[in-house]
């Protein structure tokens, strides 16, 4: 059947915090805490084609995504369309748009082909997301700060623990320290074959964190606690990564642009997933875009990129044209 339709989807980006776990295979793995952003996004629109079709395909990524997706709903081809991604982050920058890209175009698909919309698990099974961290799975649903404990080793997707908005004034200021890319795929697996297993204390702390305080701090629109909160939380996580990373971030310009922040007196810094985006925590859009000014008029600090990101608390949209 030829359709018609023309679908058009944005999602947020995500940003990571830290993992809680890995190396138990006979319990609760990866876990942890992170939130979603207003920019950069991800854009993918599909239309009408005389055949299967992709334009802007970062990594050659779109006809695998559409694949996995056919052979998850029984279909023997691939629809009659073209797929153009209109925006997206770069690959392997902290930022999770391998599972942004690959759920947009999976809702997408389910879009034009005129299916009934699915669950959130259901649409990130059926395109390989969420194997670990299912953070940017429920963001991509939901937006906001999104907590979850971990899977099972039984589990496709680990179950969400909690959810809450991020006050609309924040602003995640993102600088990049580097154009080089974080770790994926078989370098990623490598590396968590490499690395020894979260000791249960570590986990334990961090668990305690997320639900002491950085998810209290989130509900009482709290800034100064989250910001304390999302700096414990996460150089305790990044510590679990030294062998990899050489130390709590990933190399000595991700370190020395942490403490220059530091030392501003700005208490909310971190890397997002592998790095290299850090992220930093800002009450309002004054203040980062002063933090923005700094940071590109040092030259100790040097980053290669500075975008100044709103929360978003609301997920992917979608949009079908008749």
Known sequence: MIRRRTVLVNAPSRLHFGLLSFGHPDGRQFGGIGAMIDKPGVAVRVS?????????????????????????????????????VLAAPPLHTGLGVGTQLALAVSLALDAFDEREPCEIEELAIRVGRGVRSAVGTYGFQCGGLIAELGKLDTEEIAPLYDWHAIPEDWRFVL????????????????????LPPVPASVTEQLTKEICEQMLPAAADSDFDRFSNSLYEYGNLAGW???????????????????KLIRELGIRGVGQSSWGPTLFVLCRNDSDAL?????????RHAAPTEVVIAPPNNSGATLMVEP
Not at 185 to 193: D, I, L, P, T, V
Not at 247 to 254: F, L
Request: proline fraction near 6%; aromatic fraction near 8%; charge should be negative.
């Open 240 to 258: 679990c990564f030294e062998k990899i990373q050489g130390g709590a971030y990933n190399g000595e310009r991700a370190e020395r642009l942490v």
């Open 290 to 298: 002063q933090l923005r000014n700094e940071l590109l008029n040092d």
């Open 175 to 194: 600088v990049s320290p580097s154009h080089e890319p974080g770790l994926s795929g078989n370098s990623e697996r490598q590396a968590f074959a490499e």
């Open 48 to 84: 009408p084609a005389a055949s299967f079709t992709s334009i802007n395909d970062p990594e050659n990524r779109i006809h695998a995504i559409a694949d996995a997706w056919r052979e998850s709903v029984w279909q023997a081809d691939l629809p009659l369309c073209e797929i153009e």
